[in-house]
């Protein structure tokens, strides 16, 4: 007699996160699984960041809850980051620190949305964004793009998926899966766009250091100075400074919005963890050296996975030039045996599962982000691994 709420029946558990627990759990059990489902880098948190959160655990001041927006250094070093990188100014209250990029994904939407308000979604998108918008009452609205547009919305797309009750948009440039990175002309024409309708735009900006190929990530804010008022950035240090366990992020937002997500978080979970935030202040005050090393290390990955996939026949991978993510159309794939079982995925679900318990290779599939037939695949893992993982691909499909 005791049900649970529509609201939590109607969320789909986070793709992701289940492939990756799959993959781990394989492992545990003595197999010998290569995993590119995790979107977390693979190298250490930098050592001054993590001697910050060492020193700071010796100082019994930061035992203490902090403020709910976070440590006034970290607002101001975050403010600081944004002139430094996006090129506009910001308040430090107009910061408000959140338990990792997700609660700040969360939060947006629980401050904008009212039932029934309709969130455009340009997909292949993160797995978590409808999720958290049906939490908030929200309706996802899907807007597809593929390959062949480098996976970038149109504004004709948009505008047909535009309605009375549409609320706000979705901007995620780098792309997690697709590791696309949008044309300036794309981000400025969805701003302007946004700025007509008065619809509020979410930029979530977490792989913004990570372009390649002399490709370089546009702000909306800076491209669209008037779309700022209706603007939140998205960001956090786990991609950026290798920090996915810390878990700090942050939202920036027209200073009305910052103080409703400090209404909200102080019911939720009050101030981030205070040795994190320290840890992150050294991370977010500090310079971009380690940050240009990885992308260095993730640039060769880069290119030794797109060749591999592509040298899988049925496979198609175009180049990414941002994040850390190979989006593989693997459409040509379905309906054929394949691996010593002569096994026949019609989905690429199913592909997904039968290449991780056949051939030990996890890779999300592509219904978790709103495209079905593509396969996600992290390159945050060791050369080796990425060249066995894809030797294993290609000897089970072809
Ligand atoms: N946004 C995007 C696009 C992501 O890929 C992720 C993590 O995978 C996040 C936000 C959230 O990151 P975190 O909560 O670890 O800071």
Same mark, same amino acid.
């Given at each position: ?17 289940? =492939?990756?627990? *799959? ?9 010998? =699984? ?6 977390? /880098?693979?190298? /250490? ?21 902090? /403020? ?7 607002? &101001? ?40 308000? &309709? ?18 009452? %929200?309706?996802?609205? @899907? ?20 309605? &009375? ?19 300036? +002309? ?69 200073? @009305? ?28 005050? %500090? ?5 240009? +090393?990885?992308? *260095? !290390? ?74 079905? %037939? ?5 390159? !945050? ?18």
């Amino acid at each position: 007699w005791q049900t649970l709420s529509d609201r939590i029946n109607t969320v789909a558990p986070s793709a992701t996160l289940a =492939v990756d627990s *799959k993959a781990k759990a394989m492992k545990a059990a003595g197999l010998d =699984v290569i995993g590119f489902g995790a979107g977390e /880098p693979n190298f /250490p948190t930098p050592a001054n960041v993590v001697k910050a959160a060492a020193d700071a655990c010796l100082d019994p001041k930061n035992y203490k809850y902090t /403020p709910t927006p976070g440590l006034p250094e970290l607002r &101001e070093a975050i403010a600081a980051k944004v002139l430094r990188d996006s090129g506009y100014e910001v308040n430090a209250d107009q910061v408000v620190v959140t338990n990792g990029g997700k609660q700040a994904v969360y939060e947006s939407f629980q401050i904008l949305l009212n039932d029934g308000d &309709e969130v455009i979604i340009p997909a292949p998108y993160w797995t978590s964004y409808p999720e958290a918008v049906k939490i908030a009452g %929200g309706v996802p609205v @899907e807007v597809f793009a593929g390959a062949d547009v480098n996976f970038e919305p149109s504004l004709e797309a948009l505008e047909a998926a535009r309605t &009375e009750h549409t609320k706000a948009i979705i901007v995620n440039s780098p792309n997690n899966p697709t590791g696309a990175v949008w044309k300036p +002309e794309t981000v400025e024409a969805i701003g302007r766009w946004a700025v007509e309708h008065h619809i509020w735009v979410i930029s979530d900006e977490i792989y913004e250091h990570l372009n390649y190929d002399d490709v370089h990530t546009t702000y909306i804010g800076a491209a669209v100075p008037e779309c700022r008022r209706q603007l939140l950035v998205l960001n956090g240090v786990a991609k950026t400074y290798a920090m996915p366990g810390w878990r700090v992020g942050w939202m920036v937002a027209p200073l @009305e919005v910052a103080k409703a997500a400090t209404k909200l978080q102080g019911h939720m979970t009050s101030n981030v963890a205070n040795i994190s935030q320290r840890a992150a202040l050294a991370a977010v005050a %500090g310079p971009l050296d380690e940050v240009h +090393e990885m992308r *260095k !290390a993730f640039d060769a990955r880069r290119r030794a996975i797109v060749t591999a996939l592509n040298d899988i026949e049925g496979v198609n991978c175009p180049t990414p030039t941002g994040a850390f993510y190979a989006f593989a159309d693997i459409t040509a794939l379905l309906g054929k045996p394949l691996g010593p079982k002569g096994t026949v995925s019609d989905t690429s679900a199913d592909f997904a599962a039968a290449l991780l318990d056949e051939a030990h290779v996890a890779a999300v599939p592509g219904e978790a982000f709103g495209a079905p %037939g593509y396969l996600r695949f992290s390159y !945050a893992l060791a050369d080796e691994d990425l060249a066995e993982g894809m030797r294993r691909f290609k000897e089970w499909a072809n």
